[in-house]
């Protein structure tokens, strides 16, 4: 439908996008994955967590938080804006953390976060 000559660069399959949620069970528990990125045992993913009440990270400053290996915070949505982060962003209960990470480090990021 969209080509480069419209400035569209990547295309994003919605029913690939939602059958995935769907897969992995619609738990706010689990960690969502938005996007895959690479093939077989290097595939890093971009991924989607909600911090949980009791979550490890609640209240915490990022300087302080201990990331799994190759993971970096893109993005926080919290009460309808989106920030980017820093070493002295606090992580509060109820944010949705974008995150670009490795096979490894989803396990890190569900453990922490949720």
């Keep these: ?11 994003i399959n919605q029913a690939d996008i939602l059958a995935r949620f769907v897969q992995e069970g619609l738990d706010l528990k689990d960690v969502y994955t938005l996007m895959k990125l690479g093939l077989g045992e290097e595939e890093h993913s971009i991924v989607q967590i909600e911090v949980r009440p009791d979550a490890k990270v609640a209240g915490k400053p990022l300087k ?10 893109i993005a926080i949505m919290r009460a309808g804006e989106i920030l980017i982060p820093n070493g002295s962003t606090v992580l509060s209960e109820g944010d949705s953390i974008i995150a670009f990470t490795d096979g490894a480090g989803r396990e890190g990021i ?5």
Excluded: K, S, W, Y
């Design 1 to 11: 439908m969209f080509n480069q000559g419209m400035g569209v660069d990547v295309g």
């Design 64 to 73: 302080d938080i201990e990331l799994p290996g190759q993971t970096v915070l």
């Design 110 to 114: 569900r453990h922490a976060f949720a």
